[in-house]
């Protein structure tokens, strides 16, 4: 597991790279929005697709059970005595240690202290506890969120809209709640609506609001912000994931500007009600559009929808998903068996370093290491 998690970071930090390097500017917001969840699944998903090492002890066995008639480094022995040929070919089934002189050495380990060995033993327990405390931590906060959206669908007050092609269920809740409106999905779409917002705002201005929540009830943002909260259990010390989350979030509000804006027609009017809302929000000290998940940029919101926006060319997102596999999978294929081979030396290194202590010695049977890892697994 910890395998599989340390390579997806890994791809993700390579898929963030090549998203925001290369491909972000070439993009259409929606575009860039399926491109980038596009990255966080795939870096999930390939690691779990590449071949996994073949067993360690059977890869080891083959490099020294040579053809000894075909082997011409001996110069010790008569590669034709019958007898010492016989006694390799018996040494080749053997699982203790033989007499024959170049097998035998092939089948001892020699234990040597290692400093950077040494300190991952020594940290490796500690962090693992601390790793496992920070993932509870994210886990419970991913649970107690949900909990507060479960439960404010079931206590509000609810009025049936259609908009937009979409049917919803309006939320009044009786609470004094740190939110002016907010939407979010779970087995029915909702909106959150303050009383108070629905006073200050005329018919037309509401239905404008309620267009910029109905596109995220559409494009599932509540399902995705979900997700990215589930992966924050297993990447919160990734740097590479909160930029990607802050990417998103501001794609998640210039994907529903533009639907608002599509509907009504007038751009500028929309930013004068966004800027009218933020008014809002600034006297009664509430929050923003929210999806209980994640917050909109609104500076970058408002120029966006004032200014014209420059004209660019416009790839193909399926095609740059497309290299993005090609480089994550190019990359599991040389990391994937990096990261088992030296999760397996730490371990064979640990395995050695007990016995050592134990037993003062210093050389050791391979055969009975490799064993012992495989009853590990």
């Known amino acids: 597991m910890v395998h599989y998690i340390l390579l997806s970071c890994l791809l993700s930090m390579i898929g963030g790279g090549l998203y925001f390097f290369v491909l972000q500017k070439r993009l259409q917001v929606l575009q860039a929005k399926y491109v980038l969840l596009g990255i966080l699944i795939l870096s999930w998903m390939i690691p779990i697709m590449v071949p996994s090492l073949p067993n360690y002890t059977q890869e080891l066995g083959a490099e020294y059970l040579v053809d000894y008639r075909n082997y011409d480094a001996w110069n010790v022995v008569d590669i034709q005595d019958e007898n010492l040929v016989a006694c390799y070919e018996d040494a080749a089934n053997s699982r203790e240690q033989c007499h024959c002189e170049v097998k035998q050495q092939s089948d001892v380990l020699y234990y040597q202290s290692n400093t950077y060995y040494n300190f991952i033993i020594t ?3 500690p962090l693992f506890w601390f790793f496992v405390g920070m993932m509870l931590l994210f886990l419970l906060d991913f649970v107690l969120k949900l909990a507060c959206l479960i439960y404010l669908a079931q206590i509000s007050p609810r009025e049936q809209r259609t908009l937009g092609g979409s049917t919803f269920y309006l939320l009044r809740p009786k609470q004094n709640l740190p939110l002016s409106i907010s939407s979010f999905s779970l087995w029915n779409h909702y909106i959150l609506l303050d009383s108070h917002l629905e006073a200050n705002f005329s018919d037309r201005e509401m239905e404008a609001i309620l267009l910029h929540e109905v596109a995220h009830l559409q494009q599932r943002d509540t399902w995705q912000q979900m997700l990215l909260s589930i992966l924050k259990i297993f990447w919160w010390m990734q740097p590479m994931y909160y930029y990607i989350k802050r990417e998103l979030d501001e794609l998640n509000e210039y994907v529903a500007d533009d639907f608002a804006v599509q509907h009504l027609g007038d751009a500028k009017f929309y930013a004068r009600i966004l800027l009218k809302a933020k008014e809002q929000q600034t006297q ?4 923003s559009l929210v999806a209980c998940f994640a917050q909109g940029l609104f500076k970058q919101r408002i120029l966006r929808l004032i200014n014209t926006p420059t004209p660019h060319a416009k790839p193909n997102w399926i095609f740059s998903l497309l290299l993005v596999g090609v480089v994550f999978w190019s990359t599991s294929v040389v990391a ?6 030296h999760d397996i030396a730490i371990q064979q290194y640990e395995i050695l370093q007990k016995k050592n202590s134990i ?6 049977c391979k055969s009975c290491i490799f064993d012992e890892l495989n009853k590990e697994h």
């Open 123 to 125: 940290c490796k327990s």
């Open 284 to 287: 009664h000290n509430e929050l």
């Open 336 to 341: 994937l068996p990096i990261l088992q081979e």
């Open 359 to 364: 037993t003062g010695k210093h050389e050791f």
